[in-house]
């Protein structure tokens, strides 16, 4: 696509969300039609004719619960964050960027990441109790400039969607806002502790409208205290409703633990989120990673098989709960495994040290030194292409927690560093804390996959393998 053919296309693609919006006011169930015919003019084959025709079924049926769902988006969120969230997240990094980036990999023979997670900042106004985060300790920073040309970079590969973690990343909010402002055209996402959101921040968020959060949360009160001091879960709360009245997308961030499993799980912790305007809740599965981690924290096999089930059964299109769940460990069988080193997304850290994954910090490139593509060619991450994916059973995705070998191998064979650069981690001392967990879990997931009917769907990395061969 011609960047002037690209500009009219977008152009006509937020008009059109323009009178969608209008129509949904006035006959949402017409509206929301509208946005399946033209989400289906533009994307074209990129999915099968019957997924736009069971999302118009859905959308006919008012007591389905995922309706009951885009009813409470559409009443609550305001209009630019709508129409932004469509433009950028839809039509820039799932329709263009997604054709571009599928060119790139052909282009320069290497991953090219779906979304860039970065870290503005190691800095943060909380110490919380066993954050990975904290193990960098230096006050680091990637500049706006860094930023910037991290985006643009990116941009020219097909990269239009940027998330960032921290450190804090909202100790940095005003570069943040200065970002989305200029990269107009891109979605940005930041994982935050939420107690920095104010109502100034939240004005600045509608105005832009290309910028969600999610907000970390590890249960109640009592308990998320005590991990990240006291008062902090009232500051979320407080938080949560500044964003809500202002019409923004957010959600929680949870780590789960063998100790908290249970309770953020919850009906009763679900609904309290609900009612508080979450849209979503990603659910992170605990890493031991640093050498101060605690492996006792693990959840034990049968705590993730009880998380496997659960997630599937509040995200559920009966019964659940009306909120979008994820779990990156255990929905590896819907993104074909292990995502990291560039193959959908990658990690910048606020050193520079670009590594495959949040949770592996090891690297041997630095975005300071080098270029995002150089970068994406470094020995680790053309290993782990040529490595993925690593287990054929999707519920064993992780190099490091379910096949801690591998990563022990590939970190071995190119010769990449550890990039704490307070306690630097050997590979050996990480992989050895996953390897019992491992060989628990081998069976258990095992038998899942057994009867895992996704795993029949089509998939296929650079060397062109797919299930089953």
């Known amino acids: 696509m011609s960047e002037l053919t690209h500009k009219a296309t977008r152009a006509a693609f937020g008009l059109a969300i323009d009178q969608t919006i209008k129509h949904v006011n006035k006959d949402r169930q017409k509206g929301l039609l509208e946005i399946v015919n033209l989400s289906e003019r533009f994307l074209g084959d990129d999915y099968a004719p019957e997924t736009y025709e069971n999302i118009r079924k859905m959308i006919q049926d008012p007591d389905n619960k995922w309706m009951h769902y885009v009813n409470r988006a559409l009443d609550e969120v305001h209009p630019n964050v709508i129409k932004m969230s469509a433009l950028n997240l839809g039509f820039e990094a799932a329709f263009r960027g997604t054709k571009v980036i599928r ?217 659940g709960k009306e909120i979008f769940a994820m779990d990156f460990q255990n929905d590896g069988e819907f993104v074909g495994g292990c995502i990291a080193g560039g193959r959908n997304y990658c990690h910048i850290n606020a050193n520079g040290d670009v590594e495959p994954c949040v949770f592996i910090h090891y690297s041997g490139a630095n975005i300071k030194e080098v270029s995002l593509l150089e970068a994406l060619k470094q020995p680790l991450f053309m290993a782990y292409r040529d490595g993925q994916p690593f287990n054929k059973n999707h519920l064993r995705p992780c190099p490091m927690l379910e096949n801690p070998e591998l990563l022990m191998d590939m970190v071995a064979k190119t010769g990449a560093k550890s990039t704490d650069l307070e306690s630097p981690e050997s590979v050996g001392h990480l992989c050895g804390k996953c390897r019992e967990y491992a060989d628990q879990w081998q069976d258990t997931a095992d038998e899942l996959w057994s009867h895992t009917p996704v795993k029949k769907r089509r998939y296929e990395n650079y060397k062109g393998w797919k299930p089953g061969d």
């Open 103 to 319: 060119e790139m990999r052909k282009v320069h023979d290497c991953s090219i990441p779906w979304l860039i997670l970065m870290d503005p900042t190691s800095a943060c106004n909380l110490h919380c109790t066993g954050c990975w985060a904290a193990e960098y300790g230096h006050k680091l920073n990637l500049t706006y400039e860094d930023l910037d040309r991290i985006i643009t970079q990116g941009k020219e590969l097909g990269v239009y969607f940027y998330m960032y973690t921290g450190g804090e990343p909202l100790v940095r909010k005003k570069d943040i806002i200065r970002i989305c402002e200029k990269h107009n055209d891109c979605a940005f996402h930041a994982f935050t502790n939420g107690t920095l959101v104010d109502e100034e921040f939240c004005a600045d968020m509608q105005r832009v409208g290309n910028l969600s959060l999610s907000i970390s949360l590890e249960g109640f009160e009592e308990v998320n205290d005590l991990r990240r001091g006291d008062g902090v879960f009232d500051k979320v709360m407080d938080a949560m409703d500044l964003l809500k009245a202002s019409g923004q997308i957010f959600g929680t961030s949870i780590c789960y633990t063998s100790k908290n499993i249970e309770t953020v799980t919850s009906d009763e912790f679900l609904d309290m989120i609900i009612e508080k305007g979450c849209r979503f809740t990603w659910y992170f599965h605990y890493m031991p990673v640093g050498n101060n981690a605690v492996p006792a924290l693990l959840p034990t096999k049968e705590q993730r098989e009880y998380m496997y089930h659960r997630v599937r059964e509040i995200r559920s299109s009966t019964g």
